[in-house]
């Protein structure tokens, strides 16, 4: 059935409330090197070599594993510092004390402005980067081998998958242009290639061309097993976290009379369950059915629809 929950308020960010708390106060500094050092060690980064050159600087924020690069601090003058993490959002600005004066605070929310422009910079530019891996590795990579470990293991059909080496080649799109490529390990480890688009990129299990029904789905396996098992056109969103941004940009691109459900990972095993409720939100962004798996009684592996192919054959997932 449709989904007609109403989308609650996010829950408040406790992680940045506990930073906030620890956060230094307006102190007296004898420079903005020091004022900077005490201000980042609240968020555990310690250890670096402030210069206040006016340039950009990045650092490895301490949540994320190591040369990640999410942290960034700039110096537009030796009174004023900003710093923040690009994965958070998060911003700040300090002084090496009292109040911040009219121009150093215009300095300050400029100083932001060009890190953020810069940032962006760089990120289209190792996207394009990619992309152009992508495509080189894809044109140059043969066609899957049925017999690879991971389509034996899960017993499912190449569906138009290339390999290189041993390494299964997943096509990603975005806006019709191949821009990434998802590579499935013989063991089943799933990785992008460094660096390129990930929001709104996906895969696609089957055609669209002149069908009635389309299914999007978290991972290529799932979305081959919903295709041999419907023989509809599957929509490869990769992860939980992407569903709403592909499910928007397939109705957008497919004519209104096409019918088009999430089909939902089933995370009960995982605290909140993303599966489901980032599918949820996803089908409320657009006004699309829920299709859920089900799993066999007293079931305790199962998650997704690619379990339960596997389950329904005797297999272990």
């Given at each position: 059935?449709?989904?007609?929950?109403?989308?609650?308020a996010?829950?408040?960010?406790?992680?940045?409330?506990?930073?906030?708390?620890?956060?230094?106060?307006?102190?007296?500094?004898?420079s903005?090197?020091?004022?900077?050092?005490?201000?980042?060690?609240?968020?555990?980064?310690?250890?670096?070599?402030?210069?206040?050159d006016?340039?950009?600087?990045?650092?490895?924020?301490?949540?994320?594993p190591?040369?990640?690069?999410?942290?960034?601090?700039?110096?537009?003058?030796?009174?004023?510092?900003?710093?923040?993490?690009?994965?958070?959002?998060?911003?700040h600005?300090?002084?090496?004390?009292?109040?911040?004066?009219p121009?150093?605070?215009?300095?300050?929310?400029?100083?932001?402005?060009?890190?953020r422009?810069?940032?962006?910079?760089?990120?289209?530019q190792?996207?394009?980067?990619?992309?152009?891996?992508?495509?080189?590795?894809?044109?140059?990579?043969?066609?899957?081998?049925?017999?690879?470990?991971?389509?034996?293991?899960?017993?499912l059909?190449?569906?138009?998958?290339?390999?290189r080496?041993?390494?299964?080649?997943?096509?990603?799109?975005?806006?019709?242009?191949?821009?990434?490529l998802?590579?499935?390990?013989?063991?089943?480890?799933?990785?992008?290639?460094?660096?390129?688009?990930?929001?709104?990129?996906a895969?696609?299990?089957?055609?669209?061309?002149?069908?009635?029904?389309?299914?999007?789905a978290?991972?290529?396996?799932?979305?081959?097993?919903?295709?041999?098992?419907?023989?509809?056109?599957?929509?490869?969103a990769?992860?939980?976290?992407?569903?709403?941004?592909?499910?928007?940009?397939?109705?957008?691109?497919?004519?209104?009379e096409?019918?088009?459900?999430?089909?939902?990972?089933?995370?009960?095993?995982?605290?909140?369950?993303?599966?489901?409720?980032?599918?949820?939100?996803?089908?409320?962004?657009?006004?699309?059915?829920m299709?859920?798996?089900?799993?066999?009684?007293?079931?305790?592996?199962?998650?997704?629809?690619?379990?339960v192919?596997?389950?329904?054959?005797g297999?272990?997932?």
């Amino acid at each position: 059935m449709p989904a007609t929950r109403k989308q609650q308020a996010p829950a408040p960010n406790r992680k940045a409330e506990a930073r906030a708390s620890v956060l230094p106060t307006q102190n007296q500094y004898s420079s903005i090197e020091q004022a900077l050092v005490d201000a980042l060690a609240a968020y555990g980064v310690t250890g670096l070599a402030i210069r206040a050159d006016g340039a950009l600087h990045r650092f490895d924020s301490a949540d994320k594993p190591k040369g990640n690069r999410n942290g960034w601090y700039v110096c537009p003058s030796l009174e004023v510092g900003v710093y923040g993490f690009w994965h958070t959002g998060e911003q700040h600005t300090i002084g090496i004390g009292g109040e911040i004066d009219p121009t150093a605070a215009a300095e300050a929310r400029l100083a932001a402005q060009h890190a953020r422009e810069q940032r962006e910079a760089e990120r289209r530019q190792q996207q394009d980067k990619t992309a152009t891996q992508a495509r080189r590795w894809w044109a140059a990579a043969r066609a899957a081998d049925s017999g690879h470990p991971y389509l034996a293991k899960k017993r499912l059909h190449p569906h138009g998958l290339r390999q290189r080496g041993n390494v299964l080649l997943v096509p990603l799109y975005f806006n019709g242009e191949l821009v990434n490529l998802e590579r499935i390990f013989p063991d089943g480890d799933k990785r992008p290639l460094f660096g390129g688009r990930a929001k709104g990129v996906a895969g696609l299990v089957g055609k669209l061309a002149g069908v009635s029904r389309v299914l999007v789905a978290e991972g290529w396996a799932t979305a081959a097993a919903l295709h041999e098992a419907m023989n509809v056109p599957v929509v490869v969103a990769r992860n939980a976290d992407n569903l709403e941004a592909v499910a928007r940009r397939v109705r957008q691109r497919l004519p209104d009379e096409v019918a088009i459900t999430i089909a939902t990972d089933d995370d009960r095993f995982t605290d909140g369950n993303p599966g489901v409720s980032k599918a949820r939100l996803a089908a409320l962004a657009i006004g699309a059915k829920m299709l859920m798996p089900t799993f066999c009684e007293g079931c305790k592996r199962c998650t997704d629809f690619a379990d339960v192919a596997l389950c329904r054959k005797g297999e272990t997932p």
